[in-house]
């Protein structure tokens, strides 16, 4: 017990109780005393936080925070991520974000050169008249590709692609055999995305490929978030920092259709 008193006998009163206390027995003594220690609101509590604190305790939040973060905030940054990246994969300019492997030239696969993607047309602009263009699309990638190959198109280009029938009657387009599984187009996984653009004249509206042989992300593991209660006041603002890029790695790995005649 020696040693612990001994310990607990070096320890030093805090300097800013210390001040906290002077200026309060000052004031007792009726000096007029401004002190600048211990920081102190001289206001009540305003009436919305006080709102928004009953609130939390009404709905249970009264534990300590997880250590990672409290989760719908840590859910809220993950998709709006999320959000941004995938747009940004499919057309962005790559201005602090990925370029999107739209924004690359595209030319006619059939005088296809490196620094380009190739395309296939459907043969009628802003629509497609039946599967051939499809299949078309499809063996015009390469075999080493096609083998990992997935179709990229919207919910809108979806609804039209799974309508699609061949020759003998059959929908090219299957859903997928278990939850979480994705539907097939003529066996292939197709890809949502809803940054990719609608059927219209001119448009790529659906992309086939090896995206993991034709696309490179580059990303630091490190996620910075900034909390800000000071400019949105009675609100908390938090920033979200995270370093992403990509780009096309691979002219070879991915194909496009393009809604036009050629």
């Given at each position: 017990?020696?040693?612990?008193?001994?310990?607990?006998?070096?320890?030093?009163?805090?300097?800013?109780?210390?001040?906290?206390?002077?200026?309060?027995?000052?004031?007792?003594?009726?000096?007029?005393?401004?002190?600048?220690?211990?920081?102190?609101?001289?206001?009540?509590?305003?009436?919305?936080?006080?709102?928004?604190?009953?609130?939390?305790?009404?709905?249970?939040?009264?534990?300590?925070?997880?250590?990672?973060?409290?989760?719908?905030?840590?859910?809220?940054?993950?998709?709006?991520?999320?959000?941004?990246?995938?747009?940004?994969?499919?057309?962005?300019?790559?201005?602090?974000?990925?370029?999107?492997?739209?924004?690359?030239?595209?030319?006619?696969?059939?005088?296809?050169?490196?620094?380009?993607?190739?395309?296939?047309?459907?043969?009628?602009?802003?629509?497609?008249?039946?599967?051939?263009?499809?299949?078309?699309?499809?063996?015009a990638l390469g075999a080493q590709y096609r083998a990992n190959g997935t179709f990229v198109m919207n919910s809108k280009t979806a609804g039209t692609v799974r309508k699609m029938k061949d020759a003998d009657g059959r929908f090219l387009w299957s859903d997928g055999l278990a939850a979480g599984e994705p539907a097939r187009l003529m066996g292939y996984p197709v890809l949502i995305a809803e940054d990719m653009p609608d059927i219209a004249t001119g448009a790529n509206a659906i992309a086939f490929g090896d995206f993991h042989a034709g696309y490179t992300v580059a990303e630091r593991p490190d996620l910075r978030v900034l909390r800000d209660p000071y400019s949105a006041k009675p609100h908390v603002l938090f920033y979200a920092t995270k370093r992403v890029g990509g780009d096309v790695s691979d002219f070879k790995a991915i194909k496009l259709l393009k809604f036009a005649v050629s």
């Open positions: 017990m020696a040693f612990i008193s001994d310990r607990l006998a070096r320890i030093k009163p805090s300097p800013t109780i210390a001040m906290t206390t002077r200026a309060a027995d000052l004031r007792a003594q009726g000096r007029d005393i401004i002190s600048l220690s211990a920081g102190e609101p001289d206001f009540d509590t305003p009436e919305n936080v006080r709102d928004a604190a009953k609130a939390a305790i009404d709905a249970g939040h009264t534990r300590y925070t997880a250590v990672d973060g409290t989760p719908s905030l840590k859910r809220a940054i993950a998709d709006k991520f999320a959000r941004a990246e995938a747009a940004a994969f499919v057309s962005g300019d790559g201005v602090d974000k990925p370029r999107g492997f739209l924004t690359h030239p595209s030319v006619d696969n059939d005088v296809w050169v490196w620094g380009n993607l190739g395309y296939v047309p459907t043969g009628v602009a802003g629509a497609i008249a039946g599967p051939d263009p499809i299949v078309d699309l499809v063996y």
